[in-house]
């Protein structure tokens, strides 16, 4: 397989709306579609079109001259017309290489069916947020809204520091400076620490991997930046339990106090199928601290009682998945089947469902606005 063909291919996800490719031997390519694989009618790939795809990807990547390796991240870029975050890997001695889709335009929130009040965390000035969910929920495409309504709207210095770079953010109103794991710096903790003396008013963490990396974001918090990562955890819960399980268990209690003196926001996505059209679109699950949140955050009985709270302060910009299913079932966007079983607690979101009555059952012939895949173009 030449360069022309690897283009040929990686330009149809892009035009149809692929979220991920997929080239492995002995099938053919792959594309994933709203969460669902299909296959596309071409040649079944042999070991050498998957080695010959992997030595055209690492050329053009700064970090690694020869294939000698198990497994690598990259970046690959068609000029002009998408980027794609790269996983090569080694598998019975061939390769498999996975593309994630990322489109040259960030888009807003209004764009994603985000809810707005997400603008409102852009405007903070120090503290740590923290966007979580599993793997392809939008946790990047978020993280690059947030940092973009930031870049057009406050004159500010912002770090970025991802492995490997997805989307590439043009100066604004803001400076933005992009460092890359391998590339530019040698890890997450290295870069945080440089940045430190950077001036920066915002940083930007791809992903807290380690004790090390969460204990450097939130030293960076503690000394007035504002802080901006990710996590694989599902919701708010989950989020502050997983933080603090990082470190020693004779420490944790500190780390909690650190917690909650510097989290300021937990955004958590989970991504649903739609009723009515193509596409996904988002439910989220949104914390801002306050002075019972913080109670909760360092008091470990108390953590499962932030769901609560959340629920109860809509006004501020809060809400629980559950809350959002509701919207969205309410929106005609997802289907009640879909709604139960993504539901953080199905048994009590059925009974909320029971006095909403058939209401939710009813038409709306309305279109929603198109929620766009992390790293897709629309559907």
């Not at 998408?82 to 090569?88: D, T």
């Not at 870069?191 to 030293?219: F, H, N, S, Y």
């Not at 780390?255 to 989290?263: I, M, P």
């Not at 089947?337 to 009813?362: I, W």
Request: hydrophobic share 35%; glycine share 6%.
């Amino acid at each position: 397989m030449n360069q022309e063909t690897l283009h040929r291919l990686l330009r149809l996800g892009i035009e149809k709306g692929a979220s991920d490719i997929h080239l492995q031997v002995g099938s053919n390519p792959l594309y994933r579609f709203n969460g669902d694989l299909v296959e596309l009618r071409h040649q079944v790939l042999t070991p050498a079109d998957t080695e010959e795809v992997a030595r055209i990807l690492v050329a053009a990547d700064a970090r690694s001259e020869t294939l000698d390796f198990n497994e690598l991240d990259l970046a690959y870029e068609i000029p002009g017309e998408g980027r794609f975050r790269v996983n090569i890997s080694r598998q019975m001695r061939s390769y498999n290489i996975v593309l994630r889709v990322i489109p040259v335009e960030i888009l807003g929130f209004d764009a994603l069916n985000l809810p707005g009040t997400l603008r409102d965390i852009s405007t903070l000035r120090r503290g740590l947020v923290v966007v979580t969910g599993a793997t392809g929920m939008g946790k990047s495409t978020t993280l690059a809204t947030l940092i973009q309504e930031i870049n057009q709207h406050r004159k500010v210095k912002v770090i970025t520091i991802e492995d490997p770079i997805e989307f590439v953010f043009s100066h604004d109103s803001s400076i933005i400076t992009q460092r890359e794991i391998q590339t530019d710096t040698s890890s997450f903790p290295d870069a945080l620490r440089a940045a430190l003396r950077q001036d920066p008013d915002v940083i930007m963490v791809g992903e807290m991997r380690d004790l090390e990396t969460v204990d450097t974001c939130l030293k960076a918090a503690e000394t007035g930046h504002l802080v901006f990562s990710t996590i694989h955890t599902n919701d708010v819960v989950s989020t502050i339990n997983r933080l603090s399980s990082f470190f020693p268990i004779e420490e944790q209690s500190l780390v909690r106090q650190r917690l909650a003196e510097n989290l300021k926001a937990v955004i958590s996505l989970r991504l649903l199928n739609r009723k009515k059209h193509a596409g996904r679109v988002p439910a989220v699950e949104i914390m801002r601290t306050t002075r019972s949140i913080q109670e909760c955050i360092k008091d470990p009985s108390k953590v499962r009682e932030i769901t609560d709270h959340l629920e109860r302060n809509r006004n501020d910009g809060m809400q629980s998945f559950d809350q959002h299913l509701l919207d969205l079932l309410r929106g005609n966007k997802i289907s009640v089947e879909n709604a139960v079983a993504s539901a953080s607690n199905p048994d009590d979101f059925q009974m909320k469902l029971s006095l909403e009555g058939d209401d939710l059952e009813e038409e709306n012939d309305e279109k929603p606005e198109e929620w766009v895949p992390p790293g897709s173009s629309r559907f």
